[in-house]
C-alpha cells in the first residue's frame, strides 16, 4: 500500500508539480486544501487529517501573516488566514508524533513559526547581510549552491556538503522555531534548511525540490529528497499498522 502523502495548500490548482512528485516516488497524495474548509472546523479536523496521512508536505505559496510570529506587517506580503489556520496547527500537531514532515519554501517558515521562531519579512530589506540576487536561468528559478552541514539529515540524504539548488523566494527564517537546528546556508547567509533531529524525518528546505528538474544534478537532488521523505513515511505506515 502507497504512503498517503497530505499536500497543504491554498487551492489545489496550484500544486501540479507537487502531486506529480510524490506519484513519481511513490506516495499517494491527498490533498488539504484551506480554503475549502472554515477556518474554525481547522482545529478539529487535524486529528483526522493526521490519522489518514503518513507524511504531511508543507507546500510554498503566499507569506504567512507576521501576527504568528508577533511582527507587524512591514513588507509587501500576501497572506491566507485560512491557511496560516490549518497548517501552523497541523505542524504543531504532527510534531508531537514521528510522523514525517517535510517543508518546501513557505513550508520551512511555517515549520519554524509553529515552533515560535520568526522570520525576515523581505530578505532584501531585513537580513543582516547583502542578499545576492541570484539571476534566473532560461526563464526558470535562478541557482545557486548552498552549504550543508555534514552532520545532517540532508547531508544524509543528498551525500553532499555543496550543492546546487533553486531559488523563489523573498522571505526567509530568521530565529529559528524551538528543537529545530540550521543545517544548511547560501553563501549570502540565508538559511536553506532546517531539521529537528530528535525525529525520524522532520526537515524544511528553503528552495522548490519539486521543480528542480532543469539538469542531471537538480534531478538527483529531487530525487533523493523525495525518495527519503516517501520511504519515511512508508515507515511510519508500517508502525502505525503494527507490521
Known sequence: MKPRIAITCKRSSDMTNYIKTVEEYGGEPILLESLHIPTHEHNSLIPEFLENSDGILLTGGGDIDPTHYFQERRSATSVSRSRDALEIRLCQKALETDIPVFGICRGIQVMSVAMWGNLYQDINRYHPKPVLRHPKFNGEDARHEIQIKIDSKLY??????????????????????????????????????????????????QYHPERMTATDGFLEHRRKLFKAFIKAAKNWQSKKNGS
Open 156 to 205: 544524509e540524504i543528498v551525500g553532499k556538503s555543496v550543492d546546487e539548488v533553486n531559488s523563489a523566494h523573498h522571505q526567509a527564517v530568521d530565529d529559528v522555531g524551538k528543537d529545530f537546528v540550521v543545517t544548511a546556508r547560501s553563501s549570502d547567509d540565508v538559511i536553506e534548511a532546517i531539521e529537528n533531529r530528535s525525529k525520524p524525518f522532520v526537515l524544511g528546505v
